[in-house]
């Protein structure tokens, strides 16, 4: 059976490319076909990588959050004490608190229309946190800004514990 598929050596049931039929012809490659592969091999990582949302840029001032432990209770603050403040990679949470001030940095991306993927980087108030990642769905309307977390896709039980935030937020200027 050997040579049965050219390019192609017989190895007992299945064929492998061990068989070189170019092997002393020389090949050479259609430099436009060259150029289309260097371009896919550069260009393809730039595909994936999702640009920021530049109607996310600038701050946000957050007029209601709600926090929704696992076991159902509600924790709502409508103070206007926190502001998001949203830049290219990253965005940086500050809330003013009766002991001073809670700032928090997030690395984040855009992980699929609508939902951004954020990283904890640092924190003052949460560090035990650092480095966790949750997923956020949003909505611009105008001037608003609504977000809202995106269940984590893990064991039920796991899920079941997340706590679920949701935030309505105002355009406001940057300080």
Known sequence: MRGAFPGFAYH?????LT?????????RMPSYLRSVL???ALGAPAIHA?????????????AKIVLTTPEGEKAEDTSG????????????????????????TYRYRIARPQVYAATMA?????????????????????D?????????????AAAAS????????VRAPCP
């Open 12 to 16: 007992g049931g299945l064929p492998s």
């Open 19 to 27: 068989a070189r039929p170019w092997r002393g012809r020389f090949f």
């Open 38 to 40: 260097w371009t896919l």
């Open 50 to 62: 999702a640009t920021a949302d530049p109607a996310l840029l600038g701050c946000w001032r957050a």
């Open 81 to 104: 004490r926190c502001t998001l403040r949203f830049q290219e990679d990253q965005f940086e949470s500050i809330c003013k608190t009766t002991s001073g001030t809670a700032t928090t």
């Open 122 to 142: 640092a924190s003052t108030f949460k560090t035990e946190m650092v480095v966790s990642t949750r997923e956020y769905e949003y909505r611009i309307d105008g």
């Open 144 to 156: 608003q800004l609504r977000t809202v977390t995106v269940p984590p896709s893990m064991a039920f």
């Open 162 to 169: 997340a706590q679920r935030v949701e935030t309505e937020a």
